[in-house]
């Protein structure tokens, strides 16, 4: 089963909009990680945030965590439409198995 | 220095044949996982190594499915008499597997079509 659930499952906006996605888990966790897939290949890692960080900024990502309600999100500003593609949170690692959430296909249209 | 690298890139085949997915992760990550997903979906963990520990296997489907990680480094997805539901891209990451900023690196997938 999964360990992260990523909500919206599809978003589209137009580019310049805002983008939000967010992920909740279920165990506790060391840190957790966004990552991005384009066309169905191998993915890239994107951000990492601590359980002791509440935020976190890359660029125009902006990355959440409140540990007590066990949720992320993940902010990407002013989106461009090379942005569109899918967004998956990850959970563990350090000798855990790390385990993704179900994915947020992002489209932006130009 | 080189990512991780996965061959074939594509493979087609017939139901029933068996086919060896390879992944070559990179030098000096302990970890290793294989992932599945199928078109449009999210990713299916199958099996993941660490270290010189017995691999969790748990996620592999069923006893068609099985892999082995030689010498710590390069690692092979065998698949069995494969069946036309087992067409999907195969995805491979490696990872130091310590540390807290533990990140997994992957390589570009195998895509698999049964005929």
């Known amino acids: 089963s999964q360990q992260g659930e990523e909500d919206p499952q599809a978003l589209s906006i137009q580019e310049g909009e805002n983008a939000t996605m967010n992920c909740s888990y279920k165990?506790?966790?060391?840190?957790l990680q966004w990552y991005r897939q384009n066309s169905g290949r191998g993915l890239v890692h994107l951000i990492l945030i601590r359980s002791n960080e509440r935020e976190k900024h890359s660029g125009r990502l902006r990355v959440t965590l409140d540990t007590s309600k066990k949720s992320s999100s993940l902010l990407i500003t002013a989106s461009r439409a090379a942005d569109t593609a899918s967004y998956f949170c990850a959970t563990g690692g350090h000798y855990q198995k790390v385990t993704f959430g179900t994915g947020t296909k992002l489209q932006v249209i130009p | 220095g080189a990512g991780v690298s996965q061959s074939p890139s594509n493979k087609v085949t017939e139901k029933g044949k068996d086919v060896e997915l390879r992944c070559d992760p990179i030098?000096?990550?302990?970890?290793l996982y294989w992932y599945r997903q199928s078109l449009g979906q999210g990713l299916e963990f199958l099996i993941y190594?660490?270290?010189?520990?017995?691999?969790?296997k748990s996620g592999l489907p069923s006893d068609r499915f099985s892999a082995e990680r030689t010498g710590g480094s390069v690692s092979t997805l065998t698949i069995q008499r494969t069946q036309q539901e087992d067409s999907a891209v195969y995805l491979c990451?490696?990872?130091?597997?310590?540390?807290?900023?533990?990140?997994?690196?992957f390589g570009p997938g195998t895509r698999l079509t049964v005929l």
């Open positions: 990451a490696s990872s130091l597997g310590i540390g807290d900023t533990d990140t997994q690196y």
């Open positions: 165990t506790s966790i060391n840190n």
């Open positions: 190594f660490q270290g010189n520990s017995a691999p969790d």
């Open positions: 030098s000096g990550h302990t970890a």
